[in-house]
């Protein structure tokens, strides 16, 4: 029986991740000219605490649904699949109360001891009512992830990112001027009712379909059975999550210390590190929308094959997978390497802003490989792995931030940042090779994406320095680089019949 494609339900979820984050764009956007860098600074230290509130409550549960429910349903076990769900979903919601209440009681705590700015306090306190709506969520988009539905998935992205946008344009005027923290809760408010709509959506969108597809079957696993299944991948999942959530909040906290000890004040280096993490890689991530689609999408295609042991299409799926990362990955670096000022000005009207921007192309070849990769290992059962890898390659960061950003600046966490992605990428390509047998071919998939788009770079670069800067120039040479590395792509055998096949085929 045919069975919808893995690129099907990628081209879904690339398409909502491409919507919301073009949203998030406007969204960010409007609050870097609302309050500022500075301001944008002292959001971006509340979004670790959401980071790692999801990380607990939410991220290895969604992945953990996404496997079990793909895996039972090729096994035609349907019945297994609401205990799965309904399971799952009470344990999230346990942990999620406990969270939330410890957020909001102890937001002033967390806001002058760890955050060291009592200004975020109030949006902690606002935060910490979305917790359980997020948690719920992710458990139902985990069935339909699983049930490769992805649809409902990508309709509750738009939605939630929606009502964000939708609360922030309305709020913003209101709680602006009464300073930057009620901006940040102006901007936590969004988040808020992005959760419980998203949430309210998936939920109702679950009981549909239980009817319509009549899953109300007696399961054939026990309640202590089904409970073991989910800890057993959920624990190091989460596991995994947080300890990188609290690296990252580390990371995130220590950045502007380390910048007033390299000779900023506290508001530039405030404003220095909004630039870099509010503005900067948020552009870097924007190609990367359709590989985090690509690797959600991976987990059941990985599972069910894994399940009944289809080693031949296991070896398909990666290698094809690795051929799509390189041609996304390669083509953004190209782009943002040569047009970081114009995409900058374009943007946020800071032209200034390219110097930043410039550097950190250099790093999407391994950051999104890294998102490739951890999808396939996922779908592989390598939760473990994943856990002591993240937790090695954020204490490399961390320990170059420690010691040399004092000396060389933003220069130095970028540094951290290509050793950590070199080692993380370096391991997850053994582990691959290990559990599949399977190694990407460093020269089709890695040099030949390269040379494309380094000659389409070059070349679109000379055009630029000898003609007039325009607008229409501006726009003709984006055009004329995307269909050169195309056409560098097709002269170096990158994009051959035979590589389209195994990437869009349809399984069987």
């Known amino acids: ?74 096994r035609g076990q349907n019945g297994n699949i609401g205990r799965i769900v309904k399971q799952a979903v ?53 069935f339909f992830l699983g049930m490769q539905e992805t649809l ?32 940040c809760c102006a901007a936590v408010a969004g988040i808020l009712l992005g959760e419980f709509l998203s949430c309210g959506f998936a939920v109702w969108n679950y009981l549909h379909y239980k009817r319509k597809h009549k899953l109300i079957r007696k399961p054939t696993l026990s309640s202590p059975a089904v409970l073991s299944m989910i800890l057993a991948m959920a624990v190091p999942l989460s596991a995994t999550r947080i300890a990188t959530s609290l690296l ?10 380390q910048l007033q000890l390299h000779g900023q004040n506290t508001m530039q280096a405030l404003s220095t590190y909004g630039e870099l993490t509010g503005m900067a890689m ?6 990367s929308a359709c590989l985090m689609a690509a690797s959600v999408s991976l987990v059941p295609e990985i599972s069910e094959a894994c399940a009944v042991k289809q080693d031949t299409r296991i070896s398909r799926t990666v290698s094809a997978t690795f051929l799509f990362t390189s041609i996304i990955s390669f083509g953004a670096a190209a782009l943002f390497a040569v047009f970081p000022r114009e995409i900058c000005y374009v943007v946020y009207n800071r032209q200034a802003l390219g110097q930043v921007l410039f550097p950190l192309a250099f790093l999407c070849p ?15 059962g390598e939760q473990f792995f994943l856990f002591w890898s993240s ?59 390269l040379l494309a788009g380094a000659a389409a770079g070059l070349l679109v670069k000379y055009v630029i320095r000898i003609s007039e800067p325009s607008k229409l120039l501006f726009l003709g040479s984006l055009c004329g680089m995307g269909m050169l590395y195309l056409l560098f792509l ?17 399984k069987k």
């Open 1 to 74: 029986m045919s069975r919808k494609t893995i690129i099907t339900g990628t081209l879904i979820l690339t398409a909502a991740n491409l919507i919301t984050k073009c949203m998030g764009f406007f969204y960010r956007v409007f609050m870097s000219n609302a309050i500022g860098a500075e301001g944008m600074g002292l959001y971006q230290l509340i979004l670790p605490i959401y980071s790692l509130s999801w990380s607990i409550t939410s991220a290895g549960f969604t992945t953990t649904i996404s496997r079990l429910t793909a895996q039972e349903h090729i």
């Open 90 to 142: 009470c344990l999230s919601l346990f942990i999620s109360f406990i969270v939330s209440g410890a957020l909001f009681i102890f937001s002033d705590k967390v806001a002058f001891y760890l955050l060291k700015d009592s200004r975020t306090a109030l949006p902690l306190q606002l935060l910490a009512m979305a917790v359980p709506f997020m948690a719920a969520g992710s458990c139902f988009r985990g």
């Open 152 to 183: 409902i998935p990508a309709l509750s992205q738009v939605l939630e990112q929606t009502a964000r946008i939708v609360t922030i344009y309305f709020l913003a005027g209101i709680f602006v001027p009464l300073g930057l923290s009620y901006a």
């Open 248 to 257: 990252s909040t580390v990371e995130n906290i220590l950045i502007p210390r």
């Open 282 to 287: 948020p552009l870097i991530l924007l190609p």
């Open 366 to 380: 391994f950051i999104y490989a890294q998102t490739t990769l951890h999808g396939l290992l996922n779908g592989l």
């Open 391 to 449: 937790i090695f390659s954020s204490f490399i960061t961390i320990a170059v931030i420690w010691f040399f950003m004092p000396a060389y600046g933003v220069a130095a966490f970028l540094g951290g940042w290509l050793l950590s992605l070199l080692v993380i990428v370096g391991l997850s390509l053994w582990k691959l090779y290990q559990r599949t047998g399977v190694f990407p071919s460093l020269y089709n998939c890695f040099l030949k994406p």
């Open 490 to 506: 097709l002269a170096l055998g990158c994009l051959r019949r035979k590589n389209l096949e195994a990437l869009l085929s349809a």
